[in-house]
């Protein structure tokens, strides 16, 4: 669980120390009124703004890092993302948000600052708060996310841990690609940011009626956003949220928590589970219904698309169809499975006076299974990460000679190679190096 130093140290993205509650929202309906919307872009002062909100009394503020500890909340917003800027799927409507959103008082930041428009338009009754920052001073904040969320390291460890830091990797580069102007790259969110800044408080200037609406700097303080909320002043000051510090430091311990994610299953799965759990993974899932490919067989994993399988459990990467274990079994289920993957013991006729018992020919364990192009499927399965963590290491060390910043230090870099290769000299009992 998260502590009191947790949040003090990083905000609301503390919560990633919460257990994750497992919610799924869909068809979900409103149980408190959402009565104050800011619509700033990130880095203007959201998580100050969360704070904010959560003093002066709202239930749940809203913010990115709400989905931390409800990482199945991604699933939604990729999907009403993907139909809002991609053009497939449905747009999502008053019942979508009431499901998401249905717990909340008052949003702040991505995903919700892509839905302005439908947010004002879906909640009359509620006001809305535009933080605008000098554009060169959030630009510089801007950036300096940017070069964290575009890192290739941490888009990396996200797909080896595709149920947590998948997720919320997934929803955060869809958030900081629109807001960067559709960028693609570093470079091209340097060029372009400023310009999708101006479009974002330009539209909202245009579409919220002006009694509605309250252009605020956080500079203000209370007087001002109590004032236009009907809040009476707090006791305590104004707070102040340093997000430059930190987002970079949540990047740092969420990495480190996918590692730690990434070892548990690497473990767990080159553990005495073996064969039958070999042969789960291949077997077709829902993928194979859409005709696509799973990429476990395949070369180095492609980067994530974000088409969702339905019905397909624990069964994608990001929203790329990915086989993984089945539910782990209990020691005893793993024991009677192994049993059954071993040859049987040649049944003799029962001794007579004349012909004395044959011996029993001894129990041998079958080899893992083939795969059609003759290799096995632990062999394939630790080339396959093997792989995609040598480029990982190539596109870290190239980031940092040229000086830029990595999300996961050297200790813990060393860490996800024993989790993926395994220990020197383990002989396969841990990592990706068993067999």
Same mark, same amino acid.
């Given at each position: 669980?998260?502590?009191?130093?947790?949040?003090?140290?990083?905000?609301?993205?503390?919560?990633?120390?919460? +257990?994750?509650?497992?919610?799924?929202?869909?068809?979900?309906? !409103?149980?408190?009124?959402?009565?104050?919307?800011?619509?700033?872009?990130?880095?203007?002062?959201?998580?100050?703004?969360?704070?904010?909100?959560?003093?002066?009394?709202?239930?749940?503020?809203?913010?990115? #890092?709400?989905?931390?500890?409800?990482?199945?909340?991604?699933?939604?917003?990729?999907?009403?993302?993907?139909?809002?800027?991609?053009?497939?799927?449905?747009?999502?409507?008053?019942?979508?948000?009431?499901?998401?959103?249905?717990?909340?008082?008052?949003?702040?930041?991505?995903?919700?600052?892509?839905?302005?428009?439908?947010?004002?338009?879906?909640?009359?009754?509620?006001?809305?708060?535009?933080?605008?920052?000098?554009?060169?001073?959030?630009?510089?904040?801007?950036?300096?996310?940017?070069?964290?969320?575009?890192?290739?390291?941490?888009?990396?460890?996200?797909?080896?841990?595709?149920?947590?830091?998948?997720?919320?990797?997934?929803?955060?580069?869809?958030?900081?690609?629109?807001?960067?102007?559709?960028?693609?790259?570093?470079?091209?969110?340097?060029?372009?940011?400023?310009?999708?800044?101006?479009?974002?408080?330009?539209?909202?200037?245009?579409? %919220?009626?002006?009694?509605?609406?309250?252009?605020?700097?956080? #500079?203000?303080?209370?007087?001002?956003?109590?004032?236009?909320?009907?809040?009476?002043?707090?006791?305590?000051?104004?707070?102040?949220?340093?997000?430059?510090?930190?987002?970079?430091?949540?990047?740092?311990?969420?990495?480190?928590?996918? =590692?730690?994610? =990434?070892?548990?299953?690497?473990?767990?799965?080159?553990?005495?589970?073996? %064969?039958? %759990?070999?042969?789960?993974?291949? +077997?077709?899932?829902?993928?194979?219904?859409?005709?696509?490919?799973?990429?476990?067989?395949?070369?180095?994993?492609?980067?994530?698309?974000?088409?969702?399988?339905?019905?397909?459990?624990?069964?994608?990467?990001?929203?790329?169809?990915?086989?993984?274990?089945?539910?782990?079994?209990?020691?005893?289920?793993?024991?009677?499975?192994?049993?059954?993957?071993?040859?049987?013991?040649?049944?003799?006729?029962?001794?007579?006076?004349?012909?004395?018992?044959?011996?029993?020919?001894?129990?041998?364990?079958?080899?893992?299974?083939?795969?059609?192009?003759?290799?096995?499927?632990?062999?394939?399965?630790?080339?396959?990460?093997?792989? =995609?963590?040598?480029?990982? +290491?190539?596109? !870290?060390?190239?980031?940092?000679?040229?000086?830029?910043?990595?999300?996961?230090?050297?200790?813990?870099?060393? +860490?996800?190679?024993?989790?993926?290769?395994?220990?020197?000299?383990?002989?396969?009992?841990?990592?990706?190096?068993?067999?």
């Amino acid at each position: 669980m998260a502590t009191e130093a947790d949040f003090k140290r990083i905000g609301n993205y503390a919560r990633m120390y919460n +257990r994750d509650q497992n919610i799924d929202r869909r068809g979900a309906h !409103r149980t408190v009124p959402l009565e104050a919307i800011c619509l700033g872009y990130s880095r203007t002062g959201t998580l100050t703004m969360q704070a904010a909100m959560s003093i002066l009394g709202y239930p749940s503020p809203y913010h990115f #890092s709400s989905i931390y500890d409800n990482v199945k909340d991604a699933d939604m917003w990729l999907e009403a993302v993907d139909a809002k800027f991609n053009g497939r799927g449905t747009m999502p409507d008053k019942a979508f948000f009431d499901g998401v959103l249905g717990h909340v008082g008052a949003v702040t930041d991505a995903p919700c600052n892509l839905f302005a428009e439908e947010l004002v338009n879906f909640y009359p009754e509620a006001k809305i708060v535009l933080v605008e920052r000098d554009i060169d001073s959030w630009f510089a904040s801007w950036m300096a996310l940017c070069e964290s969320a575009y890192n290739p390291v941490l888009s990396v460890i996200a797909q080896f841990d595709p149920y947590w830091l998948g997720r919320i990797a997934s929803l955060g580069g869809a958030s900081t690609r629109i807001q960067a102007g559709y960028a693609g790259t570093v470079e091209q969110a340097r060029v372009r940011s400023k310009a999708a800044y101006r479009h974002h408080y330009r539209d909202i200037q245009e579409f %919220v009626p002006a009694k509605r609406l309250l252009n605020f700097k956080l #500079s203000d303080g209370w007087g001002p956003l109590c004032r236009f909320l009907n809040k009476d002043v707090p006791d305590e000051p104004f707070p102040h949220e340093n997000e430059t510090r930190a987002n970079r430091q949540g990047f740092k311990e969420v990495g480190m928590i996918g =590692i730690k994610h =990434i070892a548990s299953n690497a473990i767990i799965f080159l553990s005495a589970v073996g %064969v039958p %759990v070999a042969a789960a993974l291949w +077997r077709p899932c829902e993928a194979s219904k859409v005709g696509t490919p799973c990429p476990m067989m395949s070369e180095p994993l492609p980067l994530p698309s974000r088409q969702t399988i339905p019905e397909c459990q624990s069964c994608h990467l990001m929203g790329t169809p990915l086989h993984v274990p089945p539910p782990i079994p209990t020691r005893r289920q793993a024991a009677t499975a192994r049993a059954s993957e071993v040859e049987q013991p040649v049944q003799q006729p029962q001794a007579t006076d004349s012909q004395p018992q044959a011996a029993h020919r001894p129990l041998k364990p079958k080899p893992p299974q083939k795969l059609p192009d003759g290799s096995d499927i632990f062999t394939k399965y630790d080339a396959a990460r093997g792989a =995609i963590f040598d480029n990982a +290491r190539a596109e !870290r060390n190239k980031v940092q000679s040229q000086g830029g910043a990595v999300p996961i230090d050297d200790q813990g870099w060393l +860490r996800l190679e024993e989790s993926i290769r395994g220990k020197p000299g383990d002989n396969g009992e841990q990592g990706g190096g068993g067999q």
